[in-house]
Every structure is written in C-alpha cells, then in structure tokens.
C-alpha cells in the first residue's frame, strides 16, 4: 500500500507555468504506475497522464500533448506534473495516483488506480 502527497498547486496567470509533485510512501514505489487527474467544479475527474513503472513511457490525454509533462524520480518516491501555457480552462483539483496490477503499464481510467492522494489545487486567472 502507498500513500501519495500532492504538493505545488496554487494560483497562476493565464501562460504561465506550475510544476506539481507527488509523493509517496514507503520504499517500494517503482512497483507502481503512476498517473495525474484532474476533475474541475461540476465535471467528471478525467486523465491528464500516465507513466509506466520504470518511467521509460509516459502517455497524455490527446488535448494536453506539448503542454503537460510527467516525469517520476523512483529514487525520491516522486512523480512530477510539468504544465506549462496554462489557461483557465486547466483550473481544477489535480490528483496523482498509483496502481500496481500486474500486467497494467498505465491506463487513463480512474478504476485502475487503487490509492489516490489528497489532490492540490490549481487556479488559473485570465
């Protein structure tokens, strides 16, 4: 079991750019795939992006391509969420999360992941 921490939302003007980070407990975290969603006031949570276990694939939803990167550093049981030209539209409670099915590189659905952190904020003014 993992416990994963959010960290590094907050308010940003239209353009600019938030790295967030996520950690997690314990010290076996390369087991897990990880992944960020967000979920903005009203809409379903939806996928933002997913990396695989080593970190050597990452996969994005189609619409966030050349904007949002993810990235994990196992040794620091972290995994990062690079957005850059944010716009109010990106504004939403992000949320990391881990799975550790066997067989499951990544997935963009929110009923593989099996822990999930608190989420953090993120507020983007036009």
């Known amino acids: 079991q993992v416990q994963l921490v959010e960290s590094g939302g907050g308010l940003v003007q239209a353009g600019g750019s938030l790295r967030l980070s996520c950690v997690g407990s314990?010290?076996?975290?390369?087991?897990?795939?990880l992944a960020w969603f967000r979920q903005a006031p009203g809409k379903e949570r939806e996928f933002v992006a997913a990396i695989t276990r080593s970190g050597d694939s990452t996969y994005y939803a189609d619409s966030l391509k050349g904007r949002f990167s993810i990235s994990r550093d196992n040794a620091k049981n972290t995994v990062y969420l690079r957005m850059n030209s944010l716009n109010p539209e990106d504004t939403a409670v992000y949320y990391c999360a881990a799975h550790s099915r066997y067989g499951v590189t990544w997935s963009d659905s929110s009923r593989t992941y099996d822990f999930w952190g608190q989420g953090t904020q993120v507020t983007v003014s036009s």
């Open positions: 314990g010290r076996t975290f390369s087991i897990y795939a």
